[in-house]
């Protein structure tokens, strides 16, 4: 837990790691909603516990769940298995008090600068830009898989199977808080995503979907090969969920 000292006056680069320390564990609403049911819950809750509540996919809560965790806000404990399997991992407030004490983080910030700044230029220039944004960060993504030397990854990308590697896009997506997954047949796949961690942002500037086509290219770029992505649905558009279309 980060320490609040309340007798002496914060330097300007340790109020600046504070907020860095709150603003990342709570900057998200989804991210203060679970902390809020967890805290009710002084037994703990699993992330399968907690995604159900929420209406999100286990990797999505599980994501946010390690956040709060790295920032000392819940710990992390065990539940006897009913069964044979392992034990599960339960999720538990370390205080006892509600710890909320910044509502506006970076992420939003930035998130809605892009926004705003996208908005600013031409509709082909500002998608053509988020969508270099997206590759480029998929191509880091699938860069840090690969050094990570993840066997499930590596068994991918030497099988060098097309729809391996988009559930292992689907996978990276999750963990960014996408909770995506790979569905289709054979030349008509995609990869659907059931939450937008760009929140309203993206409602008020739907050219920021084109970052998402853009992770998904630089991601199977990096881990299959050259490949054509699409729009297919977007949320922010008024559909169910938003869809990339991956053709190779």
Request: aromatic share 4%; glycine share 10%.
């Amino acid at each position: 837990m980060v320490d609040r000292p309340l007798n002496r006056t914060l330097s300007p680069t340790e109020f600046a790691n504070l907020v860095n320390a709150v603003s990342s564990a709570f900057g998200d609403p989804t991210r203060r909603d679970m902390y809020l049911l967890v805290h009710e819950h002084a037994d703990g809750m699993t992330a399968n516990d907690v995604a159900d509540s929420s209406g999100v996919h286990p990797n999505v809560a599980r994501h946010h769940l390690d956040k709060l965790v790295a920032g000392g806000y819940l710990e992390v404990g065990q539940r006897a298995s009913a069964g044979a399997g392992r034990p599960a991992k339960v999720y538990r407030p370390t205080n006892s008090e509600l710890e909320l004490e910044f509502d506006l983080g970076h992420d939003d910030i930035l998130v809605t600068l892009l926004g705003k700044a996208l908005s600013r230029l031409p509709d082909h220039v500002a998608a053509e830009l988020a969508e270099e944004v997206g590759i480029e960060f998929g191509r880091k993504m699938a860069g840090s898989m690969r050094a990570s030397g993840t066997s499930p990854i590596e068994d991918d990308v030497s099988q060098k199977s097309f729809r391996s590697a988009l559930h292992v896009v689907a996978d990276a997506l999750s963990s960014h808080g996408f909770a995506a997954h790979a569905e289709g047949d054979d030349g008509d796949l995609r990869i659907v995503s059931g939450h937008c961690p760009f929140g309203d942002v993206a409602i008020e500037h739907p050219v920021i979907c084109a970052v998402d086509r853009g992770m998904v290219k630089g991601l199977l770029e990096n881990l299959y090969g050259e490949t054509a992505v699409a729009i297919e649905g977007s949320v922010a558009r008024g559909d169910d969920a938003c869809a990339v279309g991956v053709v190779t």
